[in-house]
């Protein structure tokens, strides 16, 4: 079993940046697609960024490209979300999610592919 792990969100002002953290335990996860989504309040979870389990692939959400980027770093079994240029509409919590079928060597957009899943963290930006 793999539990994940999220860390670095918290409060910013527009234009501001934060790294997010997603540190895996149990199991390597060197073998998964990870992903990060969110979810702000009455709104459906949402693809911001995922990779590949070789690090070749990547995609990101429309809204985040040229801002946003995930890279992982299996040596620690963590995966990264560096965020700049933040916007209020970026505000939400932010969950961490690993694929480890065979569906990795691609990096899903589809939160269905996804069986791990941290607890979240809260990224508020303010205007």
């Known amino acids: 079993h793999v539990q994940l792990v999220e860390s670095g969100g918290g409060l910013v002002q527009t234009g501001g940046s934060l790294r997010l953290s997603c540190a895996a335990s149990?199991?390597?996860?060197?073998?998964?697609?990870m992903g990060w989504f969110r979810q702000a309040t009455g709104k459906e979870r949402e693809l911001v960024a995922a990779i590949s389990w070789s690090g070749v692939t990547t995609n990101y959400a429309d809204s985040v490209k040229g801002r946003f980027t995930i890279s992982r770093d299996d040596a620690k079994n963590t995966v990264y979300l560096q965020m700049n240029s933040l916007k209020p509409e970026d505000t939400a919590v932010y969950y961490c999610a690993g694929d480890p079928s065979p569906s990795s060597i691609y990096a899903s957009t589809w939160s269905g592919e996804y069986d791990y899943w941290g607890q979240g963290t809260q990224v508020t930006v303010s205007s």
């Open positions: 149990g199991r390597t996860i060197s073998r998964f697609a």
